[in-house]
């Protein structure tokens, strides 16, 4: 996993500039959430674990819509940006260094929901890696509770292997923001390569390096099944507004 942790590590000062407006985000993506959990038939009471938390974008709505939160990452750098943001949002969440491979070895305790957000579970660069990944989650839900991923939608991007994304372009104050990213295959794994440009009054770049697995939508919820849930749902961006795919895991 180390080359995970240094390309968060690096990342983590930078990571709100893949926004527009960072703190926008961070409402729109708990309302969304918020709607998945709700119809789902789970209240604000409900114990969470963000086991991918990154710069705290999730958990840190969550936490302030009232839900009990507690996050985790295996990057020492966008946990103390994400304990900064906390404190500047004026919520209470537990932060806690750990590898989402691993969540026993951290946390003793059940969680009602789990979620892994932002394309987080395609860094495992093997299917044996993501079972394994897929069972220490699911170890550590509660009967009954739910567990709710995003990644790329790898079904539609396999079938061209396009070699980058559309950029994002953002109006600043001072100019503008450009990020975009590269993609290298070699078979269903990528190198991941990226860019962030600000010109503004100077010209800055800044580029981070990661390696992903495209994982089809099957796969994912073959495993899931195959170790603690009992049924496996996906919603597409149309139905959630969020710019992923979605699964909802129940166990």
Same mark, same amino acid.
């Given at each position: 996993?180390?080359?995970?942790?240094?390309?968060?590590?690096?990342?983590?000062?930078?990571?709100?500039?893949?926004?527009?407006?960072?703190?926008?985000?961070?409402?729109?993506?708990?309302?969304?959430?918020?709607?998945?959990?709700?119809?789902?038939?789970?209240?604000?009471?409900?114990?969470?674990?963000?086991?991918?938390?990154?710069?705290?974008?999730?958990?840190?709505? $969550? %936490?302030?819509? +009232?839900?009990? !939160?507690?996050?985790?990452?295996?990057? *020492?750098?966008? &946990? @103390?940006?994400?304990?900064?943001?906390?404190?500047?949002?004026?919520?209470?969440?537990?932060?806690?260094?750990?590898?989402?491979?691993?969540?026993?070895?951290?946390?003793?305790?059940?969680?009602?929901?789990?979620?892994?957000?932002?394309?987080?579970?395609?860094?495992?660069?093997?299917?044996?890696?993501?079972?394994?990944?897929?069972?220490?989650?699911?170890?550590? $839900? %509660?009967?009954? +509770?739910?567990? !709710?991923?995003?990644?790329?939608?790898? *079904?539609?991007? &396999? @079938?061209?292997?396009?070699?980058?994304?559309?950029?994002?372009?953002?109006?600043?104050?001072?100019?503008?923001?450009?990020?975009?990213?590269?993609?290298?295959?070699?078979?269903?794994?990528?190198?991941?390569?990226?860019?962030?440009?600000?010109?503004?009054?100077?010209?800055?770049?800044?580029?981070?390096?990661?390696?992903?697995?495209?994982?089809?939508?099957?796969? $994912?919820?073959?495993?899931?099944?195959?170790?603690?849930?009992?049924?496996?749902?996906?919603?597409?961006? @149309?139905?959630?507004?969020?710019?992923?795919?979605?699964?909802?895991?129940?166990?």
């Amino acid at each position: 996993m180390d080359i995970i942790q240094s390309f968060y590590d690096n990342l983590a000062s930078q990571y709100d500039k893949l926004f527009l407006d960072w703190q926008d985000t961070t409402k729109e993506q708990s309302l969304i959430l918020d709607e998945l959990f709700k119809h789902n038939g789970y209240g604000n009471q409900s114990k969470i674990l963000d086991c991918a938390c990154g710069i705290g974008t999730q958990a840190i709505g $969550l %936490a302030s819509m +009232g839900y009990n !939160v507690t996050a985790s990452d295996i990057s *020492d750098g966008e &946990l @103390e940006e994400a304990r900064q943001r906390a404190m500047k949002n004026d919520v209470k969440i537990c932060f806690k260094n750990a590898d989402f491979r691993m969540l026993s070895k951290t946390f003793s305790q059940e969680f009602d929901i789990i979620i892994a957000m932002d394309n987080a579970l395609p860094h495992m660069l093997t299917k044996s890696d993501l079972e394994i990944a897929i069972k220490s989650i699911t170890s550590r $839900l %509660a009967t009954g +509770g739910m567990f !709710v991923a995003s990644i790329r939608d790898y *079904d539609a991007l &396999l @079938e061209s292997k396009p070699p980058y994304s559309a950029p994002y372009i953002h109006k600043t104050e001072k100019g503008q923001r450009v990020s975009f990213q590269t993609w290298t295959w070699n078979g269903d794994c990528y190198k991941l390569i990226q860019y962030i440009i600000e010109d503004e009054e100077t010209l800055k770049i800044n580029k981070f390096e990661c390696e992903y697995r495209a994982v089809r939508r099957e796969e $994912l919820t073959n495993i899931l099944l195959s170790n603690g849930c009992s049924s496996v749902v996906w919603k597409l961006p @149309e139905e959630t507004g969020f710019y992923q795919p979605i699964v909802i895991a129940k166990k």
